[in-house]
């Protein structure tokens, strides 16, 4: 049985940039309040993201940085990809994840998980 899950449609502050004026604003789906999936430049983004205080549908980016889920996916329906995406994952174990997944993907560079602390 796979876990239930909900799409919020909803917006994130980026940034500061270059300048510690310099925002962007994204919308996209919000899983859980913690984490969302936006659209920039052709690629599929997931973020880890605080809720505003006081503001409805609104977020903050987190203090991580963000993964590429999928890329060059202009054309597509981006909630039904996440839901797809997010259906997929739910249905493989972790090592499952890192075998078929982490370790087939193209122009991936090594990446160092610090499992240690499952100890």
Request: a negative charge; charged letters at 25%.
């Amino acid at each position: 049985m796979s876990a239930k899950f909900e799409l919020e449609l909803a917006s994130m502050i980026l940034g500061p940039f270059d300048e510690e004026h310099q925002y962007e604003l994204y919308e996209g789906y919000v899983v859980n309040e913690r984490h969302i999936f936006i659209m920039d430049a052709g690629d599929l983004w997931l973020r880890q993201v605080h809720k505003a205080p006081h503001m409805e549908h609104l977020y903050i980016d987190g203090e991580s940085g963000g993964l590429i889920i999928a890329n060059e996916v202009e054309d597509m329906d981006t909630r039904i990809l996440i839901e797809t995406i997010i259906t997929e994952l739910t249905q493989i174990n972790g090592l499952q994840f890192l075998l078929d997944i982490m370790l087939w993907t193209k122009e991936r560079s090594d990446i160092n998980l610090k499992l240690e602390h499952l100890r």
